[in-house]
């Protein structure tokens, strides 16, 4: 017995469906992990900037965690809000690298101050 048509091209569609990627999907995972990458290095930046010389490093830490729990929570809806999947991908990564480094640079340096 031949295939038919509807089978033949139902088993055309599974295979294409497995070979891209769902977006709903790859959204997700942009806000799970980038978005973790982006409010973790929006942390440690905002905690880079906000020591004080006379004051003790633990607030500061405190404040700069919970201000990149609250950028968590944007970039997640951000990752469902852009127009496409690359957009929330490369916005986040790229977003995450440009906070990261000069993050790390002054917490290398002792802080901003």
């Not at 038919?4 to 088993?11: G, P, R």
């Not at 497995?18 to 942009?30: E, I, K, V, Y």
């Not at 929006?42 to 965690?65: F, I």
């Not at 790390?104 to 101050?113: K, N, Q, V």
């Amino acid at each position: 017995m031949k295939p038919t048509h509807a089978a033949a091209s139902q088993s055309r569609s599974l295979l294409q469906a497995l070979r891209q990627p769902h977006p709903t999907l790859s959204r997700t995972l942009a806000a799970l992990v980038g978005g973790y990458l982006f409010a973790s290095a929006a942390g440690v930046l905002l905690t880079a900037l906000s020591l004080v010389p006379h004051e003790s490093p633990e607030h500061a830490m405190l404040g700069g965690g919970l201000l990149g729990l609250a950028m968590y929570a944007i970039d997640i809806t951000w990752a469902f809000g852009t127009r496409s999947v690359r957009r929330a991908w490369a916005g986040l990564l790229l977003g995450s690298v440009l906070l990261a480094v000069p993050g790390l640079l002054l917490t290398m340096r002792g802080g901003a101050a």
